[in-house]
């Protein structure tokens, strides 16, 4: 059965960085396209990043510059970096699998900033 896990979530301050990670399990990962999309309360999800098979990335216009995301095919797991974080980036980060029109998604990691 298909598993996709996020975490690395946590409170963190304007200007600071946090790293997530996302594993996946019962698929073969290393021909999925990965992504990361993020829900803020009251807002629909939104796509942050993207990676394909090859490693191509591709990244929403607010995290570009400060957001990079990566894949280790051998570990079955996508990362994205995220620096220089702002308030807006408040959210609940989820990560979503994506082969041949099938998706499955984690179940997501909170980002929160700290007062």
């Known amino acids: 059965q298909a598993q996709v896990v996020e975490s690395g979530g946590g409170l963190v301050q304007p200007g600071g960085s946090l790293r997530l990670s996302c594993t996946v399990s019962?698929?073969?990962?290393?021909?999925?396209?990965m992504a990361w999309y993020r829900q803020a309360p009251g807002k629909q999800r939104e796509f942050v990043a993207g990676?394909?098979?090859?490693?191509?990335?591709k990244y929403a216009d607010d995290v570009v510059g400060r957001f990079s995301m990566s894949r280790d095919n051998a570990k079955k797991t996508v990362y994205l970096q995220m620096n220089s974080l702002k308030t807006e980036d408040t959210a609940v980060y989820y990560c979503?699998?994506?082969?041949?029109?099938?998706?499955?998604w984690g179940q997501g990691t909170q980002v929160t900033f700290s007062p």
């Open positions: 979503k699998s994506l082969y041949r029109g099938r998706e499955h």
């Open positions: 019962g698929l073969i990962f290393s021909v999925d396209t």
């Open positions: 990676i394909v098979a090859n490693g191509q990335t």
